[in-house]
């Protein structure tokens, strides 16, 4: 009951929003607002499925902490 509702909630913001986008031909706005739909139905379907989701955080550390290190490294 949860996906389907999650589905219908998806539908409805594509059919707001896409139309829009088409007939002004804003077509890389409209490729934006794809990627960042996708991401937001994986991430929703993966938490209404309770499965691991990764950690954002971690991402951001293992991109900046090597560059933090750097920077501490100089400072101290």
């Keep these: 009951m949860k996906i389907l509702l999650l589905v219908l909630v998806f539908a409805v913001i594509i059919a707001l929003e ?3 986008l ?3 031909k804003m077509w890389r706005e409209l490729t934006a ?5 996708l991401i937001g139905m994986i991430l929703s379907f993966g938490q209404v499925l309770q499965l691991p989701l990764p950690n954002p955080t971690s991402g951001i550390d293992a991109v900046f902490g090597p560059f933090s290190k750097y ?3 100089l400072l101290s």
Excluded: D
């Design 22 to 24: 088409v007939r002004k």
């Design 33 to 37: 607002f794809s990627v960042l739909l």
């Design 71 to 73: 920077i501490e490294k």
């Design 18 to 20: 896409a139309p829009g």
